[in-house]
């Protein structure tokens, strides 16, 4: 990111244009920002991420961007990166990359069990997807890993709101005015026993503690990201395959989303601080330094012939994914309390309690949030 901005101070010196970058680490990010905006010093440019975008816009802290950007340009995004910045039909945040969730596979594990993988591209129900795990737990291995080590509320609703969305169900009110009767759901209680049979019946760890079993060989499944590929690739090579997520309906979702870049409402200039927010999206200046650097999925079409691995699989299985079954997270102001209770609700059925008390208890929080702000969607 220093490198990005001192290109870009240096392709802006005439028009007398900088940009000064400040760090810091995502955990403290949001509450530096509130700090910043109560003080009205905010940078004229922020990242934010996806998620959290419906919240700054309702706390007034963000202007739309959509006139910095031509409509061929625009096009160019991906839908996913378009929608998750998208809040009443206003386009407030772009970034420079998205994200994918697959299941991994390694390929010996699932032969020495008899499990055959789906064809390219196409993910198992989620009876399939049990079968295989009972396969694999009869012939001594350790089917899947889901990752429920992990201390933070969002993995939880990012990994697993696919389960949810497969099934038909919402985990809030397409108005953004309700969770109860909709993340409570008799349907959404159902897709959840499902999920919760993976743990009943010993086919993933409650409490793991080697944050990468798939990866250490102990595992033959990982319910996983894009950010694990290129270690996944270097410890198994030719044996690494991927799949979309199981679904438990006719539809194949995935997740999706990540940071973005949103103009502040109080830019002292607007037109300047964009030429910044073009820099950092623009396929060449960008994408290609920040996804060379971290390895998440390119935002703009326009910028894959830049990768040219994900021509291949499994590379090629996110962009698929990107382009035709990713869901951004809901877009509400009330979401880091959504993502909150949702979690909660996860980490207790998966320890056994009733998925539809699980459920109750978290809309019930949830709703109490939004009727104190008013519903606002």
């Given amino acids: 990111m220093r490198a990005m901005a001192a290109a870009f101070n240096e392709a802006h010196a005439a028009q007398n244009v900088a940009a000064q970058i400040t760090f810091f680490p995502d955990f403290q990010y949001t509450e530096k920002v509130s700090i910043a905006a109560a003080a009205r010093d905010l940078p004229d440019v922020l990242a934010l991420d996806g998620p959290t975008v419906a919240q700054f816009v309702e706390a007034g802290l963000l ?36 994200s994918a969730m697959v299941l991994y596979y390694d390929r010996e594990k699932l032969a020495h069990a008899g499990v055959e993988p789906p064809a390219a ?32 509320d969002e993995w939880y609703t990012y990994a697993f709101s696919p389960v949810i969305w497969s099934a038909g169900g919402r985990l809030i009110s397409e108005d953004g005015r309700h969770v109860e009767g909709v993340l409570n759901s008799p349907e959404n209680a159902a897709a959840l ?68 870049w949103g103009l502040a409402q109080t830019a002292r200039d607007p037109d300047r601080a964009a030429l910044w927010l073009r820099w950092v999206t623009d396929p060449v200046h960008g994408i290609q330094p920040i ?55 996860l980490r207790d059925a998966a320890r056994g309690a009733d998925p539809q008390e699980c459920l109750d208890r978290a809309a019930a929080q949830v709703q109490r949030r939004l009727d104190r702000q008013g519903g606002t969607p």
């Avoid at 910095?68 to 839908?79: G, K």
């Avoid at 080697?210 to 410890?235: C, I, Y």
């Fill in 63 to 98: 202007r739309p961007i959509a006139g910095w950007f031509s409509a061929e340009e625009l096009a160019d995004f991906a839908p996913t990166i378009r929608a998750q910045g998208t809040l009443a039909g206003e386009l407030y945040a772009l970034g420079a990359f998205d």
């Fill in 121 to 152: 591209g196409r993910g198992w129900t989620w009876d399939e997807f049990l079968a295989a795990c009972a396969r694999l737990k009869a012939a001594g291995l350790d089917p899947v890993s889901l990752h429920m080590d992990e201390s933070g």
């Fill in 193 to 260: 026993r499902r999920w919760q049979e993976t743990f009943a019946r010993d086919f993933a760890a409650r409490a793991p503690i080697d944050p990468n079993p798939f990866g250490h060989g102990q595992t033959a499944l990982d319910w996983s990201g894009h950010w694990m590929v290129r270690s996944h690739l270097e410890a198994k090579g030719d044996r690494l395959g991927a799949m979309p997520l199981p679904s438990l309906g006719t539809q194949t979702v995935a997740a999706c989303g990540s940071w973005c």
């Fill in 291 to 345: 996804v060379a650097a971290n390895g998440a999925v390119p935002a703009r079409a326009s910028a894959y012939p830049l990768f040219p691995e994900y021509a291949e699989p499994p590379f090629r299985l996110f962009r698929e994914l990107q382009e035709t079954a990713g869901r951004p997270r809901p877009r509400t102001p009330v979401y880091p309390t959504l993502t909150q209770h949702f979690a909660a609700a």
